[in-house]
């Protein structure tokens, strides 16, 4: 299993930037994206799953926008209206339910670094 993240880069507070990140090597039940800044924790960005339901942090609702293509296997996260607090390496991630369980295997991308200029 693998997940190639792209799109990271430096953008002026305002701007915007759509990241990618393409699974390969299995179907998977919920995709997402994190985030960490320097000196923090890593924290939940988006997460789409079955029927396209989303979660959102508080903190990008309204601003971020996660969408899925099964047929590539691929996650997008649509992010406008950045701001400086965006900076952070953002890591895509994906589950994947373990049959007869209620537990998931869990995978990570190699993140993708996002910059938010002032």
């Known amino acids: 299993v693998q997940l190639r993240a792209f799109g990271g880069g430096v953008v002026q507070a305002g701007g915007f930037r759509r990241l990618s990140c393409a699974a390969f090597g299995s179907v998977f039940n919920v995709m997402g994206w994190y985030r960490q800044a320097p000196g923090k924790q890593r924290e939940l960005v988006a997460t789409i799953g079955g029927g396209d339901n989303t979660d959102y942090a508080d903190s990008v609702k309204g601003r971020f926008t996660i969408s899925r293509d099964n047929a590539e296997n691929t996650v997008y996260l649509q992010m406008n209206s950045l701001q400086p607090e965006d900076t952070a390496v953002y890591y895509c991630?994906?589950?994947?339910?373990?049959?007869?369980?209620?537990?998931?295997?869990?995978?990570w991308g190699q993140g993708t670094q996002v910059t938010v200029s002032s």
């Open positions: 991630n994906a589950k994947k339910k373990i049959v007869l369980t209620s537990r998931y295997e869990n995978y």
